[in-house]
């Protein structure tokens, strides 16, 4: 069966920082590049960061750069998301998405498999 289960989130105030896991089972990682994307209410769905199949190629978007690391452990079939610096904007459902191959970019039809998503609030 293929799952993909993001967690980590909850409330935390504004400079704080939050590290989200994104597990997955029933694929072969290595075999995936992943991608980071929020949603906040009444807004389209952002690709924030995305980490090549091995874990050698990163990409941000410039609202998170310098702010968030994108991260992975294979052999653990985990993915991380450190986000540090918050800000009440990075308010959102944050979603962990797979795409087969080497690399992706950022945009959402490029990523094939979606987990349910961990919401994330900024605020004091």
């Known amino acids: 069966q293929l799952r993909i289960v993001e967690s980590g989130g909850g409330l935390v105030q504004p400079g704080g920082s939050l590290r989200l896991s994104c597990v997955t089972s029933g694929f072969t990682l290595d075999e995936y590049a992943v991608g980071w994307f929020r949603q906040a209410p009444g807004k389209e769905r952002e690709g924030i960061s995305s980490?090549?199949?091995?874990?050698?190629?990163?990409h941000y978007a410039d609202s998170v750069k310098g702010r968030f690391t994108i991260s992975r452990d294979n052999a653990k079939n985990t993915v991380y998301l450190q986000m540090s610096s918050l800000k009440p904007e990075d308010t959102a459902v944050y979603y962990c998405?797979?795409?087969?191959?080497?690399?992706?970019?950022?945009?959402?039809?490029?990523?094939?498999?979606w987990g349910q998503g961990t919401q994330v609030t900024v605020s004091s």
């Open positions: 980490i090549s199949s091995p874990g050698d190629s990163t």
């Open positions: 998405a797979l795409s087969r191959g080497y690399s992706s970019g950022l945009t959402f039809w490029e990523y094939e498999y």
